[in-house]
């Protein structure tokens, strides 16, 4: 348990949560559709803790914030479509998934291990000082434990993650109250992902279908066959390994969770780039954010259809 502090937003509040952001640790902050708990998206343990704080039992992929196009193009590649949308209506509540850029600072864990990213660049004067004060990229989700509706009131999120973040930010009540609108968008096409407070007029019929989020076209899981509890590698397996075994790579050799899930889709792309065929893997104690590793082994495990 930590103690959480909840500060009204000064400038004051975002120099303590830059001083925070920069030890890799997550904080609670408004942004115009609802708190976000923000992380530094360029590493893995930092985006790992708020996997951690939130409880979520899964990995999917996070928003990451900036503030201007500008800052976006370091991060992900846009098109012309993209461009223009990004110029009607940033800042604001539109997030844009896009390919990731090669050499992107982005953490793997941030993208849960996809080629392309959700990019967005916030209204709310919090998150942009924020930004500005951290000076790189956020990870945000919504600042709510897993499982709990979205928040809209620092109070929300003090109820929620209180005693597992160590600041909130108090900027009142969010605007739209509603997360933002997600559009893929690639080859000249939009795909809304996710409806929400910008209405492009897209629908089932011209936009391709909606997908509702953790059932994604997008979860990466590796072209190979994975086995999960590995204790030893048979010949033509890979083995990830993690406190005593100790495998070809490791995903913490001190048997660290946060450390684990931090590299886990570095790892995993790693593996298929040997020339072994198959993947094994350590087991991975169930519990805390080990549970949202194994739920994804788990899953890049089983038999694709
Ligand atoms: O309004 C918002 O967007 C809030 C505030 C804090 O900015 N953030 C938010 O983040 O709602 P989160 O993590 O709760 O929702 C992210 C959504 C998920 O449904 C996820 O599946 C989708 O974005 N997403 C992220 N990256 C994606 C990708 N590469 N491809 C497809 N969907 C993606
Ligand atoms: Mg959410």
Same mark, same amino acid.
């Given at each position: 348990m930590v103690q959480t502090k909840v500060l009204p937003y000064d400038a004051g509040a975002i120099a303590e949560a830059a001083r925070l952001i920069g030890e890799g640790l997550p904080v609670g902050v408004p942004t115009e559709t609802v708190y976000g708990l923000a992380a *530094? /998206?360029?590493r893995g343990e930092a985006v790992a803790r708020i996997y951690e704080a939130k409880g979520r039992p899964s990995f999917n992929p996070l928003i990451v914030h900036v503030l201007d196009v500008g800052q976006a193009e370091t991060v992900a590649e846009f098109d012309v479509q993209a461009q223009e949308l990004a110029e009607r209506h940033?800042?604001?509540p539109l997030t844009l998934v896009l390919p990731l850029r090669p050499?992107?600072? !982005? /953490? +793997?864990l941030v993208t849960a291990g996809l080629p392309t990213v959700a990019i967005r660049a916030p209204a709310h004067p919090a998150m942009r000082d924020l930004l500005v004060a951290a000076g790189r990229p956020l990870a945000a989700p919504s /600042?709510? /434990? +897993?499982?709990r509706i979205s928040p809209t009131r620092a109070e929300h999120v003090l109820a929620s993650l209180g005693g597992r973040i160590s600041l909130i930010v108090d900027?009142?009540? &969010?605007?739209?109250?509603l997360e933002s609108t997600i559009v893929a968008v690639s080859g000249g096409r939009m795909r809304l992902l996710r409806p929400g407070p !910008? *209405?492009?007029?897209?629908? &089932? *019929? &011209?936009?391709g279908g909606v997908e509702a989020p953790g059932q994604l076209e997008s979860h990466y899981a590796p072209a190979r066959p994975l086995r999960l509890d590995a204790t030893a590698a048979a010949g033509d397996e890979w083995l990830i390994g993690f406190g005593e075994v100790a495998? *070809?790579? +490791?995903? +913490?050799r001190s048997g660290d969770l946060v450390e684990a899930a931090a590299g886990l889709f570095d790892r995993l792309h790693e593996a298929e780039r040997q020339d072994r065929p198959r993947i094994a893997v350590a087991p991975i104690p169930d519990n805390g954010i080990g549970r949202a590793i194994n739920d994804r082994l788990r899953r890049a495990a089983a038999p694709r259809s």
């Open positions: *530094d /998206a360029t940033w800042p604001g050499g992107s600072p !982005i /953490a +793997s /600042a709510n /434990a +897993s499982g900027g009142g009540p &969010t605007g739209h109250g !910008i *209405d492009l007029g897209l629908d &089932t *019929d &011209t936009g495998g *070809d790579a +490791s995903l +913490s």
